[in-house]
C-alpha cells in the first residue's frame, strides 16, 4: 500500500467513526419524564393506560372523554390523598378488577364485578358442616383442602391459585380420590393467582390436547394496536388423570386465573360448571408507575376462549344456581348438594 | 521509539529467562516475536447508572454501577503484523432508584468484545487503531414492584466498528500511556419482547414471532467509550479508565436506555508467551507448577 492510499484510508475511517459517533450522540432514547406534580402524576396516569390499557374498544370507553372530566378535578395544591383519590375514580370508569392503584397507604379496588351480586357461598358451613376439623376430617396439601364424602364423592376446596401447586402433591390427592363416584372442585371465593396452577390442574382432566382459548398482545399504542391470537392449547399431564366426573363450583368472586381456570375446565368432557356466573377478569395486568412512585396495574394482553370471544366480564355455568336461604338455614350448601345428586346419577 | 524501548526491556527480561532454558528450546525462541507480546488487565470500578426501560416503567432509575472487566491484547501474524487482537470482557451490576425513591432495579449485564484494529502509526510515540469487534452482550433489569412484567431480559450480539488512538509520553523519567477507544454498534440482533407482550406468551406459550430484531445506528443507537491512563506506580504499571457505557435501543416500540459512567482501576501485566500451541513446554524446573 503506497503512503498517500495508507493516508486516504486512515482519514476515511477517522471520519466514518465521528460521523457514527455524532449520529448516536444526538439521538437519545428517553421517554417523558413528567413532573412529580398533581398535574404531572395524572398526565403519567393517563398517558400509561391511554397506551396500555387493553379493553377501551370492547367495553365502549371513551378516555379523551375521561381526561376532559378528571383533569378538571386536579388542583396544583391538592394533598396527595384527594389526588389519590380523583386518580382512583377515574381508574374506576374502566370497571376493571385488574386496575389498582397503589400508594404506600392504600390500594384502589375496583369490586362491582362482585359486589353487585349474589355471594352464594357461606365459609362457615363449608368448613364446619362439610370439611369439618383439618386434624381428623381432610387433608391440605398445596393449598388444597380434600376429603371423601359419605356419598363417595370426593371434594376439592382450592381457595387461591397463588398457592403453587406441585405434580406431586396433585398425584397424591387424584389417587386418593380415585376410589370415589365423582369429584367436586370447589373454587367459590377464589380470586386468582397464577395462571400455571391452574393449567397444572386442568392436565389432570384431559386426554387429548385441546384448544382452549387464545391470547393476544398490544403491538403499539394505538388502542386497537394487537397481535394476532395466539392459541392456548391444554395438554394432558403425563402423571394421574381423572377420568370421571368433575363439577366444578363457581361463583362472582372466581376471577383472574380462577377465570381462566373455569374456561379451560369448560371445554373438557366429563366436566360441568356449577354455580354462578365467574366475575371475569381476563386480561393478563402489567404493571407501570408515576413520578410520585406510586404503582398502577391495569390489563394489558386479553385472554379469549376458544371461539375468540371476550371472557373479561365473566363465563357462565352450565348449570345456573344459587345458594338458597332455606339450605343456609339447615347448614347445607346448595351448591354442593346439587353437584353430588349430578354425580351421583 | 519509547514504546519499543519498553517492549524491549520487557523482552529483554524473558530473554534473560532463556538462558536458563535448555539448548533444544533455544533454537526456537531465540528470536522475539510481537504477536506473543500480550497486554493483560484486570480492571474493578464504580460509578453511576440511569437505567430507562419502558417495558418495566416509564421513570428514569438511577443508582449505582459495579464492574469488573479483564482485557488483553496482541498482535496478530494478520496484515504483516500490523493487525492486533482486542478481547475484552465486562461485566456490570447496578443498583437503582426511581425519583421518588420508593422502588428500585437491579440490573446486570455481561460484555464480550472480540475482535481486530488496523494499527496506523502517525509518528514514534502516537498511534491510531481503526477495527471491528464481535459484540455479544446478555443480562437484566428486575424491577423491585412489578407483577407480570418484573423483568426484562438483554440479548443482543452486534458488530462493531472501533477506533482507538493511544498515546506514549513521559513526565521527567516516568512514562505514561494515553489510551482513547470508541466502539459503535453499526448492525446486529436483538432479542426484545414485543410492546405488551408477557415473557408467559414467549416461553410457555411458544409465541416467538418478531422477538429477534435486527438492529443498527437508527433503532439502537449505542457506543462505548473509554478513556485510560497507564501510570508508572512503584514497580506495577495501573491502569485508570473512565468508561462510557452508553446503551439504547427502540425495538417493538419498547424504548431502553443504559447510560454508565463508571471510574476503573487495575494493574496492567505485559506478558511474553514463551510457550506457544506449535512451540515446546518449558521444562517443570521453570513452571510455576
Known amino acids: 500500500m503506497s503512503l498517500s492510499s495508507y493516508n486516504i484510508m486512515k482519514n476515511k475511517i477517522i471520519l466514518l467513526l465521528l460521523i457514527i459517533s455524532n449520529l448516536t450522540i444526538q439521538s437519545c432514547i428517553d421517554g417523558e419524564q413528567y413532573d412529580n406534580t398533581p398535574q404531572g402524576n395524572f398526565e403519567q396516569l393517563w398517558t400509561t393506560i391511554d397506551e396500555h390499557y387493553c379493553f377501551f374498544d370492547y367495553k365502549n370507553i371513551n378516555w379523551d372523554s375521561i381526561h376532559t372530566v378528571f383533569s378538571k378535578k386536579i388542583e396544583t395544591s391538592m394533598s396527595n390523598k384527594d389526588l389519590f383519590d380523583v386518580l382512583s375514580d377515574m381508574l374506576y370508569t374502566l370497571k376493571d378488577g385488574h386496575v389498582n392503584l397503589i400508594s404506600s397507604y392504600q390500594c384502589s379496588y375496583y369490586d362491582a364485578w362482585y359486589q353487585d351480586y349474589p355471594h352464594n357461598f357461606d365459609e362457615d358451613i363449608v368448613n364446619d358442616d362439610y370439611l369439618g376439623k383439618a386434624s381428623t376430617d381432610y387433608y391440605t396439601t398445596s393449598g388444597i383442602k380434600y376429603k371423601i364424602f359419605d356419598d363417595n364423592i370426593g371434594y376439592m376446596r382450592y381457595e387461591s391459585f397463588a398457592n403453587d401447586v406441585g405434580n406431586g402433591n396433585l398425584d397424591e390427592i387424584l389417587e386418593y380420590l380415585a376410589i370415589c363416584n365423582g369429584l367436586i372442585i370447589d373454587v367459590r371465593d377464589n380470586s386468582g393467582g397464577t395462571i400455571t396452577n391452574a393449567t397444572k390442574i386442568a392436565q389432570r382432566f384431559t386426554n387429548e390436547k385441546l384448544l382452549i382459548g387464545y391470547i393476544e398482545h398490544k403491538t403499539g399504542t394505538g388502542h386497537n394496536n394487537f397481535s394476532s391470537p395466539t392459541a392456548i392449547n391444554l395438554k394432558p399431564s403425563n402423571s394421574v388423570r381423572w377420568q370421571k366426573k368433575v363439577v366444578v363450583l363457581t361463583n362472582r368472586r372466581c376471577f383472574s386465573a380462577t377465570n381462566y381456570f373455569v374456561n379451560t375446565m369448560r371445554y373438557l368432557a366429563n366436566v360441568t360448571i356449577l354455580g354462578d356466573t365467574t366475575g371475569g377478569g381476563s386480561g393478563l395486568p402489567f404493571s407501570s408507575e408515576l413520578p410520585n412512585g406510586w404503582t398502577v396495574r391495569f390489563s394489558s394482553s386479553p385472554i379469549l376462549d376458544a371461539d375468540k370471544n371476550q371472557i373479561e366480564f365473566g363465563i357462565e355455568p352450565d348449570i345456573k344456581i344459587d345458594l338458597s336461604t332455606g339450605d343456609t338455614m339447615n347448614h347445607l350448601d346448595t351448591m354442593i348438594e346439587t353437584a353430588r345428586k349430578l354425580l351421583n346419577k | ?289
Open chain 2, 1 to 289: 521509539m519509547k514504546r519499543n524501548n519498553f517492549l524491549e526491556r520487557l523482552i529483554g527480561e524473558f530473554l534473560f529467562l532463556f538462558l536458563l532454558i535448555p539448548q533444544q528450546i533455544q533454537a526456537q525462541t531465540d528470536t522475539v516475536k510481537t504477536n506473543r507480546y500480550i497486554m493483560r488487565t484486570m480492571m474493578y470500578g464504580i460509578g453511576t447508572s440511569n437505567i430507562y426501560d419502558s417495558y418495566l416503567s416509564p421513570q428514569n432509575y438511577k443508582g449505582i454501577d459495579f464492574r469488573i472487566s479483564r482485557e488483553a491484547m496482541r498482535f496478530t501474524k494478520r496484515g504483516k503484523g500490523k493487525v492486533s487482537s482486542q478481547n475484552f470482557l465486562q461485566a456490570n451490576f447496578s443498583y437503582t432508584h426511581n425519583r421518588a425513591n420508593n422502588n428500585n432495579t437491579i440490573s446486570g449485564l455481561i460484555n464480550w468484545n472480540y475482535g481486530y484494529h488496523h494499527q496506523f502509526p502517525i509518528s514514534e510515540n502516537f498511534k491510531l487503531l481503526a477495527g471491528g469487534l464481535l459484540d455479544m452482550n446478555g443480562g437484566f433489569v428486575y424491577n423491585l414492584q412489578n407483577t407480570n412484567n418484573p423483568a426484562s431480559a438483554r440479548a443482543f450480539i452486534n458488530m462493531d466498528v472501533s477506533g482507538m488512538a493511544i498515546w506514549h509520553f513521559k513526565i521527567k523519567q516516568y512514562s505514561f500511556v494515553l489510551r482513547y477507544q470508541l466502539n459503535i454498534p453499526v448492525i446486529g440482533i436483538m432479542f426484545s419482547p414485543q410492546y405488551d407482550e408477557s415473557y408467559y406468551e414467549i416461553f410457555t406459550l411458544g409465541n416467538t414471532s418478531n422477538i429477534i430484531k435486527l438492529t443498527s445506528p437508527y433503532n439502537q443507537p449505542s457506543l462505548r467509550q473509554m478513556l485510560s491512563l497507564d501510570a508508572p506506580i512503584g514497580h506495577s504499571r495501573i491502569r485508570f479508565s473512565y468508561l462510557a457505557d452508553m446503551e439504547q435501543s427502540r425495538i417493538n416500540n419498547i424504548k431502553t436506555h443504559t447510560y454508565s459512567h463508571v471510574f476503573m482501576v487495575g494493574i496492567v501485566r505485559s506478558l511474553y508467551l514463551i510457550h506457544s500451541k506449535r512451540g515446546k513446554p518449558l521444562p517443570p524446573s521453570l513452571r510455576v507448577y
